[in-house]
């Protein structure tokens, strides 16, 4: 069911939520071709490693009290104090990396942005450019509504094997294997190779190169943890038997994880009926 929240307060916390969570922004700009789409991240609010709520009332963040006396020094809990919403919140540049003049000029910013099973979309105004940690950074107003709707699961598609779609799996200080490409979503994928690779185990770090045809031959590199060990037998060949591995992204760098989104989007359209 869709919601809209006029509260500020509620855009603030799912902001924190997507920063802490290094959650992908899909940007667009109002006033312009809506179908172009930019990918940036939220960078950290300073001062603000959590928050909580006194009712409704106020939003806190982690630190040292500063006046033990204050009357709600006893309800506050320990390592919060009460803290202002920031007026603005600030993101990495933008990417492909012309959304940065872009930006700019552009009358509204439209940006979008999971959480759990929700999406969250929110419109705020281009501020300034400003540099934080000696790196570039674009500063945006806080705004005061946020559209929350449901999403019930991030899209996992299938990836056919003409595809011919392949991924390299290694861990640290072990040798790496390649395997096939069977599903892919925003937060991770499956694989599947011939032979047996007993050295990985649940829970397991590992980085991940996909690579093929679909990615017009720019690889995408990432890392992530493994989620799933399976086997599974080929209906072809009851004697032959692959090795199935599904692996959850934990570090995607925003242009990987917008190739990432587009792959997805392009598996997921159906394929028109000739008539």
Not at 65 to 79: I, M
Not at 131 to 156: F, H, K
Not at 211 to 229: A, E, K, M, N, Y
């Amino acid at each position: 069911m869709e919601e809209t929240r006029h509260d500020k307060k509620k855009v603030f916390e799912s902001l924190l939520k997507a920063q802490q969570e290094s959650t992908l922004l899909e940007i667009a700009f109002g006033g312009s071709d809506n179908s172009e789409r930019f990918g940036s991240r939220v960078l950290p609010f300073p001062g603000f490693e959590g928050v909580d709520r006194d009712g409704n009332k106020i939003i806190a963040g982690h630190g040292q009290k500063t006046d033990e006396t204050a009357d709600d020094a006893e309800t506050q809990p320990r390592g919060f104090v009460q803290k202002e919403i920031p007026a603005s919140f600030s993101i990495v540049p933008l990417e492909p990396t012309t959304g940065n003049i872009k930006i700019r000029k552009a009358p509204q910013v439209l940006i979008r942005y999971f959480i759990g099973l929700e999406s969250y979309e929110i419109a705020t105004t281009f501020q300034k450019v400003l540099m934080v940690d000696g790196s570039q950074a674009i500063q945006l107003a806080m705004p005061n509504q946020v559209r929350i709707l449901p999403r019930r699961q991030q899209t996992r598609v299938a990836v056919p094997p003409q595809a011919n779609m392949k991924v390299t799996v290694q861990k640290r200080g072990s040798t790496g294997f390649d395997a096939h490409l069977i599903d892919l979503s925003p937060g991770g994928l499956s694989c599947a190779c011939q032979e047996p690779h007993g050295l990985l185990e649940i829970g397991d770090k590992v980085g991940v190169i996909i690579q093929g045809p679909l990615l017009q031959g720019t690889p995408v590199s990432t890392f992530g943890s493994v989620c799933r060990i399976a086997r599974a037998r080929d209906e072809n060949n009851l004697q032959q038997a692959s090795q199935q591995f599904g692996i959850q992204f934990k570090l995607v760098s925003v242009a990987d994880a917008m190739t990432i989104d587009r792959m997805v989007r392009e598996l997921s359209k159906k394929p028109k009926k000739s008539r």
